[in-house]
């Protein structure tokens, strides 16, 4: 099986992570080490992410072309529609088919050097994610996923016109959507309810990351989009000088958030993972989700 959904349709939960390419031959280690020390656990898909305005193209596709040749993961591209034309796009979804890619996550992307910054087209690009949905499809047969967030877009008035984005996007062709981060589970529940609640049947990835430092807490709070609720600090807050005990406690909250998670029927967890293996293996384990021969 080597498409996403395809690996997301057995009858037990599983998990999967995200990987961003190398920056330099040190970087390179790093990465390549997490990926043999995830590989035996036999993670539903690996996704390699692409920097905005295609900065980490090449790297990207060099990286997930090493993942199809040399392990027996599943990876899924990303792709963004920064700064690139119609042309460019489809050049770079041919490399992914060229490589043996089968799945793509669009996203339209954040502008350069300031994700909140104005959105501006490429003069011969394009404006919507759902419009790169379509163009992959377009292109081959391509399992494609899109981006949801559980606090809305930062660029959408309310979390109803966000929904109706993220339906948009679905109903243009995509498979499934992975949510970005959060720190209240039924944060993410409730952005599943939206959804269904519009009649949009679809698979919905919760996305995690383990809670090991402060840095960790704060990209979370950064990538979420929204402040640390105020349960989690007063869990946190009494070990943040204490770094072995912050590490403790914030793979027991992350680890409670996926029992949750799962209890409620979400097929996967999606684990963000600054391209280290550690804290990803103690949960997945933790939870149950690793094959009996790891």
Same mark, same amino acid.
């Given at each position: ?186 944060? !993410? %529940? ?6 269904? *609640?519009? +009649?949009? $049947?679809? /698979?919905?990835?919760? @996305?995690?990351?383990? &809670? ?26 009494? !070990? %943040? ?6 590490? *403790?406690? +914030?793979? $027991?909250? /992350?680890?409670?958030? @996926?029992?949750?998670? &799962? ?32």
């Amino acid at each position: 099986m080597t498409s996403v959904v395809e690996r997301l349709s057995g009858d037990k939960p599983v998990f999967s992570v995200e990987f961003f390419p190398p920056r330099d031959p040190a970087d390179e280690a790093v990465l390549w080490r997490a990926i043999r020390e995830l590989e035996p656990l036999d993670p539903a898909f690996v996704s390699i992410t692409y920097g905005a305005g295609g900065s980490t193209r090449d790297r990207t596709i060099r990286t997930t072309g090493r993942v199809v040749q040399e392990t027996t993961l599943v990876p899924m591209a990303h792709l963004t529609a920064v700064d690139h034309s119609v042309a460019e796009l489809r050049n770079v979804i041919g490399w992914y088919a060229a490589v043996g890619v089968r799945n793509i996550l669009a996203v339209r992307g954040d502008p350069p050097g300031d994700v909140n910054g104005e959105w501006v087209r490429h003069p011969e690009g394009l404006n919507y994610a759902e419009e790169l949905v379509r163009l992959c499809r377009e292109l081959g047969d391509f399992c494609v996923g899109v981006a949801a967030f559980p606090y809305g877009h930062p660029r959408s008035a309310d979390l109803d016109e966000d929904t109706r984005y993220l339906v948009r996007k679905l109903r243009a062709g995509a498979d499934f959507a992975i949510a970005q981060l959060f720190l209240d589970a039924d944060d !993410f %529940l409730r952005l599943r309810d939206r959804v269904a *609640a519009v +009649g949009c $049947d679809t /698979v919905l990835l919760p @996305g995690l990351m383990p &809670l090991t430092t402060r840095r960790t807490l704060a990209k979370t709070v950064e990538l979420s989009g929204a402040p640390v609720p105020a349960a989690v600090a007063r869990r946190l807050e009494p !070990f %943040l000088d204490d770094p072995v005990a912050f590490r *403790a406690e +914030g793979v $027991d909250l /992350v680890t409670e958030m @996926g029992q949750r998670l &799962l209890a409620e029927g979400v097929p996967a967890l999606h684990f963000y993972t600054f391209n280290r293996s550690k804290a990803t293996r103690e949960v997945v384990g933790r939870l149950g989700l690793v094959p009996a021969r790891a």
